[in-house]
């Protein structure tokens, strides 16, 4: 297991909702990036926080926002949920510039998210 | 969308038996890594292989790489009823610095 925690590990919503999933990232890692894995498919990145902010985005739009806490905790927002949001949201850390293979990603659980 | 096409979709074996998934990416690369996940939980890092590395050993696994090719091949041997997983391989590339572009998956069962 690694240690990074999300919560909640499950949550259904109506569309048109808002949603707020948490991460906590592995003692050490500085960076956290947030996946989507729709049911059957490989997870997509969404984006990646780094020292609070944000790194790097997916094709994802506006809609789907973060936020990085100084303890490298982490946050996704989704508003205005549609229907094809339902999906694992992963969460994954990672060292940046620690030794040895940096660019490794530890996940979380996920949190899975239904939207009605 | 996905990077990587992992072939074939899903795969069964006997224990004990060889198992070999392939991996397919589009771009450039800067290094290979690949994933294994237990019933649509959190991804397990397996291996990382660099873009100028061909060949790669962990344990019971051994990654390939054929750059030219835009492919890559996990071997697991002596399989065990435990390997009975999703098995993604995911790409540093379009997005740098530890930003992964996974493919579709590999779904092992292994028979007991």
């Known amino acids: 297991e690694t240690g990074v925690t999300q919560s909640p590990t499950h949550l259904i919503k109506t569309r048109g909702q808002q949603v707020t999933l948490r991460c906590s990232s592995q003692?050490?890692?500085?960076?956290v990036s947030w996946y989507q894995q729709a049911l059957g498919q490989g997870p997509q990145f969404i984006f990646q926080y780094y020292r609070e902010e944000e790194n790097g985005r997916g094709n994802f739009p506006p809609r789907f926002s973060g936020l990085q806490f100084p303890n490298y905790s982490s946050e996704l927002n989704v508003n205005a949920l549609e229907l094809d949001d339902s999906a694992l949201y992963l969460c994954a850390s990672s060292p940046r510039f620690g030794d040895g293979e940096n660019e490794k990603l530890f996940f979380g659980s996920g949190t899975q998210l239904s939207v009605l | 969308s996905q990077q990587g096409e992992e072939d074939p979709q899903a795969l069964s074996i006997q224990e004990g038996e060889n198992a070999t998934m392939n991996c397919s990416y589009k771009?450039?690369?800067?290094?290979l890594q690949w994933y294994r996940q237990n019933s649509g939980r959190g991804l397990v890092h397996l291996i990382l292989i660099r873009s100028n590395e061909r060949e790669k050993h962990s344990g019971r696994l051994r990654v390939t790489l054929d750059t030219s090719k835009k492919s890559s091949s996990l071997l697991i041997t002596a399989s065990r009823a435990a390997d009975t997983a999703s098995y993604f391989c995911a790409t540093e590339g379009d997005f740098g610095n530890e930003k992964l572009t996974f493919g579709t998956g590999t779904r092992l069962t292994i028979i007991p």
């Open positions: 771009t450039s690369i800067n290094n």
């Open positions: 003692s050490g890692h500085n960076t």
